[in-house]
């Protein structure tokens, strides 16, 4: 019998659906709501210590449709803008109210050992069960070299981790992969250098949306202007799955904690055999609600049963070895095509098998 149960680094997680930082994560109450419905863990929206200052702009979201349907999603919002007091409130209500389920903190700062240390310090302390770094953010701060562009420097990406795991006391540390670079496996590399347990991957691709037609503006539109924002939701599902597979073959065992575009359990199945061992889903919840998780765990569990995978263990990473240069995938055709020609030569000692008639007209030039 299949078991969605999956342990992470120590943490006993009842499925392996977790709901990624953000809008779904972004108070006590909401991460009630996703863990009402059924979510295994829910990593709370990114803080940071009180004093760094998040005025997010409305409207901050943008949706890109074909016909009716939406399939890829940009945002420019900032990391949360309550205090970090409201955070440890946030995290104790709801660890209270969830005990059996996985409480992740988020958090972001400037390249500052105190900092990163007291953060991640508190989080533990009001009862978060792991911390997960926001290396990221595409779009927020990076005048303070925060987010993504701390995640594009290796060095710093490894220095900070190891600044955290110093801090955590033990709790498992996952490190939050930014897409815009072009070898993710350079800074999950540093990750692990760090004495980070895993790896999330990834955050939101820098994106353009589009032009509004009316006002010809790029969207989302404030005061007539825009910056570029984080991608998110379905479009973004293949270059997630390429990311967590290169991370998965590079650091074979580093745990992955895979995001971008899930919306069905099938999405979750194709992270975990690509790598994952949880699966992250935050637009997704945003545009469909917290009750896709019944879909989620039930497809998910009738997957594993018809492939015969007890675990998700067991599950992950199934479809790697699959996985080849072009080269390669040349060479196995020539090698197909030799022995299928091979199979076509008659030999000497195939006489008398069929009619003679048959065997001398498949020797007969055309
Ligand atoms: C509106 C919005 C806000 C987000 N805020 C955060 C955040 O505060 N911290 C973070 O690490 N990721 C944040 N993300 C990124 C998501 O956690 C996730 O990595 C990304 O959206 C890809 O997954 P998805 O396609 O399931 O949304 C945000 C995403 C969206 C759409």
Same mark, same amino acid.
């Given at each position: 019998m299949a078991t969605l149960r999956v342990n992470v680094d120590g943490l006993d997680f009842p499925n392996p659906f977790v709901i990624g930082s953000g809008p779904p994560s972004t108070n006590a109450k909401i991460m009630c709501k996703a863990f009402a419905a059924g979510w295994g863990g829910v990593v709370a929206k990114t803080t940071a210590l009180t004093d760094t200052e998040v005025v997010n702009v409305q409207p901050r979201y943008g949706k890109l449709k074909l016909d009716k349907t939406t399939v890829g999603f940009e945002n420019i919002e900032l990391i949360s803008d309550a205090t970090f007091e409201d955070w440890e409130r946030w995290y104790r209500e709801t660890k209270d109210a969830y005990p059996d389920r996985i409480l992740i903190g988020s958090i972001m700062e400037s390249f500052d050992k105190g900092r990163w240390q007291e953060l991640a310090g508190r989080c533990i302390e009001a009862g978060c069960d792991a911390l997960e770094l926001n %290396?990221?953010?595409?779009?927020?701060?990076p005048e303070k070299g925060m987010g993504a562009a701390m995640g594009q420097d290796p060095e710093r990406v490894e220095t900070v981790t190891r600044w955290v795991v110093e801090a955590a006391g033990g709790a498992p540390v996952w490190s939050k992969m930014t *897409?815009? &670079?072009?070898? &993710? !496996?350079v800074p999950a590399a540093a990750a692990q250098r760090g004495g980070a347990q895993g790896v999330a991957a990834i955050n939101t691709i820098l994106s353009c949306?589009? &032009?509004?037609?009316? !006002?010809?503006? *790029?969207? *989302? !539109?404030v005061q007539g202007h825009s910056t570029y924002g984080g991608y998110s939701y379905t479009a973004v599902k293949p270059i997630a799955l390429r990311m967590v597979s290169e991370i998965a073959r590079a650091l074979p065992g580093f745990s992955i904690s895979g995001i971008g575009g899930v919306t069905t359990s099938w999405d979750a199945a194709e992270f975990i055999m690509l790598g994952a061992n949880t699966v992250q889903s935050c637009t997704g919840p945003m545009l469909h /609600? %917290? /009750?896709m998780v019944t879909e989620l765990q039930e497809g998910l569990l009738a997957v594993m049963e018809k492939h015969g995978f007890d675990t998700i263990e067991d599950m992950r990473?199934?479809? &790697? *070895?699959?996985l080849t240069t072009h080269h390669h995938l040349v060479e196995l055709q020539q090698e197909a095509r030799a022995r299928k020609e091979e199979k076509k030569r008659f030999r000497?000692? +195939?006489?008398? +098998?069929?009619?003679i008639k048959d065997a001398a007209a498949k020797l007969v030039s055309d």
């Open positions: %290396f990221s953010c595409p779009h927020g701060h *897409p815009n &670079i072009t070898d &993710i !496996t949306v589009g &032009i509004n037609p009316r !006002t010809l503006k *790029p969207m *989302p !539109t /609600g %917290f /009750g990473g199934h479809a &790697i *070895p699959a000497d000692k +195939e006489w008398g +098998e069929k009619d």
